[in-house]
């Protein structure tokens, strides 16, 4: 009979120590008392330094994987996988969780032909340096140090997403340890229902992804902007930006970027793939319409590589884009913050309304990044959000406290559901999200579930707000 009892209990973890061990390559388990426990089960946000997963199991093959799901199967306990660890409700640090760590499937093969062949544990700068060593390049997100995997799997919006799609779209195949311990190849060919829930249907739903392959382009040089103006114009600059940003060349990405209080940060940034010169009235016509001179105003030409580095706001020369926490041996700090969002699906008739949210949230930064382009052309995939016009996150620091940053983001993104509709994103998910499955999957939802309730009937990949 299966056992009931926690993976943590002596007796299970024997269990796991005898299943994934091999005289060949042993699978590294971690565990409570162990002298690396206290480093290894670290996830990127503070907040969750004193969860206790069950233990940590850093596997180096598709093989260790499976061994790590039939230890779960056999005894009942949760599972999760691990990669960049961003979870912004802490799941891939779960108490009382099996954490796979996928870090060790970290290979990188830029092929021929254009395509990349990437590992579920590679880190997004870690991408970014191959493909760009290989002259070649993919759309993806800002943050250095999160994983490809959690990325894609939800979708991924980067600075790049008008002119080349979201990260999903660029997918051509993976492969996935199932529930059922099988390792599969999903493409349109093969299990197209999973390939499709992959694609936007978000991470720990359907299996353990060990490996991705992505169309990719030929790297070109990029334009970065940035453009701070007063305080006082901000009203006005929310009321311009969403037909700007519409009406722009599908080759320019920003993000409209507020900070809180009576005299907030308010600054235009983004991605031009093209020239300053080609750049410069498109940034003109923004300021035309503001009504008001930017207190400040760069444009930068530069190479693929260059550029996210810039946006990532770290060198990869000097470990600044490494992690510094889980052995990464960089210096890039973890975050302390939580985080919402809505996604923005109709013009802001109210600028002065919205403005006041952004001020009244303490201690917040809040992003609104352009969509349509490309990403309202992409193909049909399990991202419900293909019509939006952009996305609105709200990140707050813990500067006050956890419990009221929660409170005040509640705030937030409660007064943005009645302005643009109960939606969000799900790669920004939120623990405390109204009527969770229906704001992040939307017209996607039933048919995630069906896929969910095909690939794991006896619901293996259980989480709180997880499809099964």
Request: proline share 5%; glycine share 12%.
């Amino acid at each position: 009979m299966l056992r009931r009892r926690a993976l943590l209990q002596s007796a299970a973890l024997g269990a796991v120590s005898a299943l994934v061990g091999r005289s060949t390559v042993d699978v590294q388990l971690i565990r409570p008392g162990d002298a690396a426990y206290g480093d290894a089960k670290l996830g990127y946000f503070t907040q969750y330094d004193a969860q206790r997963p069950r233990a940590i199991a850093k596997v180096l093959t598709p093989a260790d994987v499976q061994r790590c799901i039939e230890i779960a199967r056999q005894e009942r306990t949760r599972i999760t996988a691990r990669c960049g660890g961003h979870s912004y409700p802490g799941y891939s640090t779960a108490d009382g969780a099996l954490v796979v760590d996928v870090r060790g499937l970290n290979r990188i093969d830029v092929r021929a032909d254009g395509t990349a062949e990437v590992g579920a544990g590679v880190l997004l700068m870690d991408l970014y340096i191959a493909l760009a060593n290989a002259g070649r390049m993919m759309p993806a997100g800002t943050c250095a140090t999160v994983g490809i995997s959690g990325l894609t799997l939800g979708g991924g919006i980067g600075m790049t997403a008008r002119q080349f799609g979201l990260t999903c779209d660029r997918l051509v195949s993976a492969r996935i340890v199932t529930p059922d311990g099988v390792h599969r190849t999903v493409s349109e060919t093969e299990h197209a229902d999973l390939f499709w829930a992959l694609r936007g249907g978000g991470g720990g739903n359907f299996g353990i992804v060990t490996s991705f392959v992505f169309r990719t382009e030929p790297a070109r040089d990029l334009t970065t902007f940035a453009l701070t103006f007063p305080s006082a114009a901000l009203a006005s600059l929310l009321s311009a930006w969403p037909d700007w940003q519409g009406k722009a060349p599908d080759a320019l990405t920003s993000t409209l970027g507020v900070g809180s209080g009576a005299t907030p940060h308010v600054e235009v940034s983004g991605c031009f793939a093209g020239t300053q010169v080609n750049l410069k009235p498109v940034l003109d016509d923004l300021v035309r319409r503001v009504g008001a001179q930017p207190t400040s105003r760069r444009e930068t030409e530069q190479g693929f590589l260059a550029a996210m580095e810039r946006f990532a706001w770290c060198r990869v020369g000097d470990g600044s884009c490494r992690p510094s926490w889980n052995g990464g041996g960089g210096s890039q700090p973890r975050g302390s913050y939580v985080a919402t969002s809505r996604m923005l699906t109709k013009p802001i008739t109210d600028p002065q309304k919205l403005a006041d949210v952004f001020r009244n949230t303490p201690n917040s930064y809040n992003m609104i990044d352009g969509l349509g382009g490309a990403v309202g052309r992409g193909p049909a995939t399990a991202f419900p959000h293909r019509g939006a016009l952009a996305s609105i996150q709200v990140e707050l620091s813990l500067q006050a406290g956890e419990a009221n940053a929660r409170r005040a983001m509640g705030v937030a993104r409660d007064e943005l559901g009645k302005m643009f509709g109960a939606n969000g994103y799900v790669n920004y998910i939120d623990p405390q999200m109204p009527d969770w499955a229906q704001a992040y999957y939307g017209s996607s939802l039933t048919r995630l579930r069906e896929v969910a309730r095909k690939y794991d009937p006896d619901r293996v990949f259980t989480f709180a707000q997880g499809l099964a």
